[in-house]
């Protein structure tokens, strides 16, 4: 099976469409073709782990959206630090490579790199281990 994306300029979805090795008109092509298409938004999609939302590459319209080249910026070298947000932060990462541990989940951890818009919770304690130099813009609520 093939898979290829293919723009559809109607919806601004991505669909896959697939070919199998069966014969045409057969039964199982015909079957397997209804499966075929296998449709993903082209947006971005935002996830949420140990209370921390992450939205991978969001598109420069989102960015806009939320001002975020108007944020102050922030930066730090490599480093390892804890870390309390007495408000709630959403911040753009512009470089860099962090895992984020929070407090009360042992060694289960977040990672956020360039590229990334996340959300951290008012109130939630952390460790930020700094694998990459970061450069970010920020904006607390």
């Known amino acids: ?24 008109g057969t039964a ?10 296998v449709r993903a938004s082209a947006e971005t999609m935002a996830t949420e782990k140990l209370g921390i939302k992450v939205e991978r ?9 939320l001002g975020v080249r108007q ?6 070298e490599k480093s390892k630090f804890p ?3 007495s ?17 009360g989940h042992g060694e289960e951890f977040v990672e956020i790199a360039a590229g990334d818009l996340v959300v951290f919770p008012k109130g939630m304690s952390c460790t930020w281990d700094v694998a990459e130099a970061v450069d970010k813009h920020y904006n607390f609520e």
């Open 71 to 76: 944020w102050p910026k922030w930066g730090c």
């Open 1 to 24: 099976m093939v898979a290829t994306p293919v723009q559809l300029r109607t919806t601004g979805r991505l669909s896959f469409c697939c070919s199998f090795p069966s014969a045409p």
């Open 87 to 103: 408000a709630k932060e959403t911040c753009y990462l512009l470089q860099g490579k962090v895992k984020v541990y929070p407090e």
């Open 83 to 85: 870390w309390t947000y």
């Open 57 to 65: 590459n969001p598109p420069e319209s989102r960015l806009s959206e």
């Open 28 to 37: 199982t092509t015909t079957r397997r073709r209804r499966f075929a298409a």
